[in-house]
């Protein structure tokens, strides 16, 4: 390993300076991924500009519309946070079932989004909450919701001198849910996750978002599918259209893959956990 | 028999040290001018070398020495810890080098590099240049049987490394006769120990011996098989252990020490330390055999066992290792438990191009008895019996004489352990709540039995020295070749010297460490031997101690050896329950005494040749999630037969270890190779699916205590044999849930998925 050149801003200015100055720079996060990447040769890096210290990235505020988490929130943060808990309850438990206490305690949600794993827990739960990236460099900011940020990744993706700083999610009152199938409990890589945002009146579906996780290079919202739902009983969103509509669209996805035959079938289940966990509260603890 | 403090929750006598991290493991110790020893591993799963240029590595500034097989005596040996044999037919096959000159696995050991640092002998490794021809490969065993497979050992053309088996009886008649035969494929996947301290050992040169810190399992056999592989008389090599992280048999091997021997010879006796990452450790020490079974099986129309047949390919790896003594573990370990008038066992170990198997906690009976005890609830299924009711119409009774080894069975706990285990799980009331489910969600209930040997008599030697040096106060120093492994030997065999003596436990001080050079001998920690064993030597050289005392007490007191005992550190007069003095004084006096003086102490060793079955049952109710095929276990039970419990609380965590291991090995664990290429495809914890304390469900331990004769305590083995009988008791409990047999292991959800729909479940 050759050495690498370290900087460590205080405020989110010298930062996006440092960003547009350096070529190259990789911005270092909670390092759960970069660091890992750096070690096993994956990722070469000259210059590594550690985002920790600048304050404003770890707070979490709201208003009367959204929520703003910034993008040096740990998944620990935000499985304490009373509002997300109350409001966001598919954060909540994506981020009580990310990886495990260690990890939660460095992973961040901005390098959950920018890393753009298949498998990433937080952002089909951003996609199904309606949730949009906050991006700033010298040239000032640019805002673009999650869903498009990934169904459009080539160009949208994040830009070599943008840092992440926020993440909004609207304060819409949704019941929301999520479900990660793991090879085990805990410190699992999702086989498959799944997100559920819903509102609902006297039992009739006014509006569903369904985002899925590990069943496509990124996550996605199953539109076709939500559409279909609006104005049907709650017990319709378990109907087989649904549930083949949800196979179909993984079938679609990853048609060539061998895990292809086992994943459009778990995919009904991890669903209806999700939707269940935003109906009813967590099940199984 | 009452005891004093066998049979009583002492605490560990490690616990404090390891607690508040005072405890010292190879690691925590330093010396001056330490060097880093690094390996270069093999990319390849099959490759000659045919030219290895160091030059390179060696110009690299803080490169110390650079070493190929060129550098190395080319001395064939075996690393598997078994004690040495006098009878050269029955010692481990010797096929390996410390470095070598074709790769046989990815991550076959090439080339070494010793450097000041970590850092620069990584860098090093890189520049080390290897023209490799890239040979073709076989993973599969049965492929590597066939002719035409590629040859990777020259002297075993076939790959085979043995093929012998066991019989008795007459089976092909009584399968002639039988009412029903019955036939079953079982098949277990390559595990890992994951001991959380991966392999480490470092060594210096005193004068011209070669001293060796190391975690291992086995202290004196390390220190032969160190002299053996660089061709040393034994006597120059000292092996020193301090405290362990774990070794579930990984460190029953040895592997990284005469690398380290090699790395100080060549630096000058220089200190050089080699500690293997998370990443070796998976693919250059050891896994667990993965094992085919076909098993054939006679009944009567009265479902009594008559005959079983069992052909068995064990998946071997690189290297022998222990080898076919694994399969042969297997074959002779579960054969005292159900009451078969005919066996036939053919078991073939067979080299293939992955890393190498060897001893793993349970020595190839885990795998047998997921086959067993799946057969047997396949069968049980098929006949439409109780599946309990079936094994108790077969099981031995005390008394039991192994037509093969010849072993006798002296106490036999299974009745009792299943008695237990059913009503802990409310067996019945449960069958006929799960009976007819349809849901997404399905519940069952399992259960399956095992046997297992305390140690490895009649196979091999059973040696165990122990010395007690008495103290001026009456206290004792415990020396033992037998190693502590995190298991809590140290506790119980000071647990044994408090009782034997009479004194409290905090007057036993045992030594940790085992050194070579002043430690007794005793091959070490493996087969659940120790407690058995060692300690029969511990109860001998305590006995000795004890008489010793009281012989300086009757000189005092005029009175005979047999009216005096030691209670509790007292000398006392028995009947009258007298005090009579403090062992103090008597302490005082063997040091002491003008005429007399002759410090009490004892040094013995034993040589066992007895063994004492151990027994157990375990019952699992799991939860089964028809969409996504996940398992969930609710219960699990184990009910052990090991004799008297010399430390319960002890016992429950061997207990609660062996069971988390083994629902992995049934649930989730698989070390996974490319079948393209025969690289390694998850070797680290984050992709091998070791079981976290969020996958463990709520674990009882219970224990059916009939002290066995042959135990100097009543004590039979606990050690590996928790972790046979969960996983097949899990695939039981799933079969009941489901109707689905699964026969094959870990049932994770995407097999649990492909199996369903196979069957048409989905
Ligand atoms: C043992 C283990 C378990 C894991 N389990 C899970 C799991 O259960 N679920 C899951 O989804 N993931 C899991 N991961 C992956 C990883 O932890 C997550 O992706 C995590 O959220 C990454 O965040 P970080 O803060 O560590 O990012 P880093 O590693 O610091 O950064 C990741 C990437 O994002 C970039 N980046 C970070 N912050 C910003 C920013 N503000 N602006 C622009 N770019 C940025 C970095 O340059 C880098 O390219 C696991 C990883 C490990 C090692």
Redesign the pocket.
């Known amino acids: 390993m050759e050495s690498i050149i370290f900087h460590q801003p205080r405020y989110l200015g010298e930062a996006i300076q440092l960003l547009h100055e350096t070529p190259n720079p990789?911005?270092?996060?909670?390092?759960?991924?970069?660091?890992?990447d750096i070690n096993k040769e994956r990722k070469k890096v000259e210059t590594v500009i550690d985002?920790s210290r600048i304050e404003v990235l770890k707070t979490i505020t709201v208003n009367e519309i959204e929520i703003e988490i910034g993008?040096?929130v740990t998944f620990a943060n935000l499985c304490e946070n009373p509002i997300i808990k109350q409001e966001f309850f598919g954060l909540f438990l994506c981020a009580k079932h990310?990886?495990a206490p260690q990890?939660r305690n460095?992973?961040?949600i901005?390098?959950?989004i920018?890393?753009a794993?298949a498998?990433?827990?937080?952002v089909p739960v951003i996609m199904s909450l309606e949730g949009k990236f906050v991006f700033n460099s010298v040239e000032g900011e640019r805002i673009i919701c999650a869903v498009e940020y990934f169904s459009n990744y080539e160009k949208e993706k994040?830009k070599p001198h943008e840092?992440?700083t926020k993440i909004k999610l609207p304060r819409k009152g949704y019941l929301s849910g999520f479900y990660k199938l793991g090879k085990r409990n805990s410190?699992?890589?999702?086989r498959i996750n799944a997100a559920v945002s819903l509102k609902e009146k006297e039992g009739v579906v006014e509006k569903i978002n369904i985002a899925l996780g590990a069943v496509g290079r990124y996550p996605f919202r199953v539109t076709e599918i939500e559409k279909i739902c609006v104005e049907k009983p709650l017990s319709y969103l378990e109907s087989d259209e649904v549930l083949i509509g949800l196979e179909t669209a993984v079938y679609e996805s990853i048609k060539n893959r061998p895990t292809m035959p086992f994943k459009k079938e778990a995919v009904k289940g991890v669903y209806i956990l999700a939707l269940q966990s935003a109906l009813g509260g967590e099940l199984n603890g | 028999m009452s005891y004093r403090v066998i049979g009583k929750e002492v605490k560990r006598v490690d616990a404090v040290n390891k607690v508040t991290g005072k405890a010292k493991f190879t690691d925590d110790f330093f010396e001056r001018d330490m060097l880093i020893g690094k390996v270069l591993r093999s990319p390849y799963a099959h490759a000659k070398i045919k030219n290895i240029n160091v030059d390179k590595a060696k110009a690299l500034e803080g490169v110390v020495e650079v070493l190929t097989y060129k550098d190395l005596p080319n001395i064939k040996y075996a690393t598997a810890g078994h004690p040495y044999s006098l009878d050269p037919k029955h010692r481990d096959v010797a096929d390996r080098t410390i470095l070598t000159d074709k790769a046989r696995h990815v991550g076959d050991s090439i080339a070494i590099v010793i450097a000041k640092d970590e850092l620069i002998a990584e860098k090093a490794l890189k520049l080390i240049e290897v023209d490799y021809e890239v040979l073709p490969f076989v993973l599969d065993p049965e492929k590597a049987m066939e002719p035409g497979a590629p040859i990777i050992h020259d002297d075993r053309p076939n790959n085979v490394i043995s093929s012998v088996g066991q019989e008795f009886g007459n089976v092909d008649e009584d399968f002639k006769n039988a009412d029903y035969v019955f036939t079953g494929e079982y098949e277990t996947s390559v595990v890992q120990h994951c001991h959380l301290e991966n392999h480490t050992a470092y060594a210096y040169m005193e004068n011209d011996r070669i001293v060796i810190v190391s975690s291992t399992q086995i202290p004196h056999i390390a220190r032969r098989i160190v002299a053996e592989a660089l061709g040393l008389p034994w006597g120059k090599v000292r092996v020193i252990k301090p405290y362990i992280g774990g070794g579930f048999g990984n460190k029953q091997e040895v592997i990284v020490e005469p690398m380290v021997a090699a790395m100080t010879l060549a630096v000058n006796g220089r200190p050089v330390r080699y500690t293997m990452t998370r990443e070796e450790s998976f693919i250059a020490t050891r896994t667990r055999h993965a094992m085919k079974f076909y098993m054939k099986t006679a009944v009567t129309k009265d479902h009594k066992l008559q005959a079983i047949h069992i052909k068995a390919i064990s998946n071997n790896g690189a290297y022998a290792s222990h080898g076919h003594s694994i399969i042969m573990s297997a074959i002779s370990k579960f054969r005292p438990l159900y009451n078969f008038k005919s066996f036939k066992a053919e078991p073939k170990t067979v080299y293939t191009n992955l890393p190498s198997a060897g001893a793993m906690r349970g020595y190839g009976v885990p795998q047998i008895f997921f086959a067993l005890e799946s057969h047997l609830d396949d069968i049980a299924k098929k006949l439409n019996i109780d599946p309990i009711e079936f094994r108790m119409n077969n099981v031995i009774q005390a008394g039991h004489v192994d037509p093969i080894s010849k072993l006798t069975v002296r106490t036999f706990g299974i009745p009792e352990c299943i008695k237990k285990g059913k009503e802990l799980i409310k067996w019945d009331e449960k069958q006929e709540l799960y009976k007819n489910q349809t849901g997404e969600k399905r519940r069952g209930l399992g259960m399956a039995c095992f046997s297992y040997f305390s140690g490895t008599y009649p196979v091999c030697l059973e040696v165990a020295g122990c010395r007690i040096a008495m103290n001026q106060d009456g206290s004792v120093q415990l020396m033992l070749g037998a190693t502590e492994i995190g298991q809590g030997a140290d506790t119980v065999f000071t647990q044994m010297a408090a009782e034997a003596i009479g004194i409290p436990v905090d007057m036993v001080h045992i030594i940790s460490t085992q050194d070579t050079d002043v430690a007794p001998f005793d091959t070490g920690a493996y087969a659940s031997r120790q407690t058995y064993i060692t300690g029969a030597a511990v109860k001998q050289a305590a006995i000795e101690v004890k008489k010793q005392v009281l012989e300086i007490a009757s000189r005092k007191t005029g009175l005979k050896v047999e009216n005096l005992d030691i209670v509790d550190g007292k000398i006392i007069e028995v009947g009258l329950n007298r005090l009579i003095c403090d062992i103090s004084e008597i302490a005082l006096e063997a040091f002491y005494d003008r005429i007399d003086s002759k410090p009490i102490t004892s040094d013995t060793s034993v040589n066992v040749r007895t063994n004492a079955i151990a027994y157990g049952v375990s019952f699992a109710e799991v939860e089964v999630d028809m969409l996504t095929g996940q398992i969930e276990v609710l219960h699990l039970i184990n009910v052990h037969d090991s004799g008297t419990i010399i430390n319960p609380i002890l016992a429950e965590g061997q207990v609660h270890g062996g069971v988390s291991m083994s629902l992995g090995a049934a649930l989730s664990e698989r070390l996974m190779f490319d079948e393209r290429t025969g690289a390694p495809l998850n070797n680290n914890l984050?992709d091998y699916k070791l079981q976290t304390i969020m996958d463990t469900p709520n674990i009882e331990a219970h224990f059916v205590e009939l002290p066995d004769p042959t135990g100097a305590f009543g004590q039979k083995s606990l050690g590996e044999n928790p972790t046979i009988s969960p996983a097949p008791a899990v695939r039981n409990a799933v079969l009941d849930a489901t109707g689905v047999a699964f026969n094959k292991i870990p049932m994770n959800p995407q097999s649990v998925f492909e199996k369903f729909k196979e069957e048409g479940l989905l």
């Open positions: 990789a911005l270092l996060a909670g390092g759960t991924d970069l660091i890992i985002l993008s040096m990310f990886a990890i460095m992973a961040t901005g390098g959950n920018i890393n794993s498998a990433a827990d937080s994040i840092v992440l410190l699992a890589i999702a | 984050l």
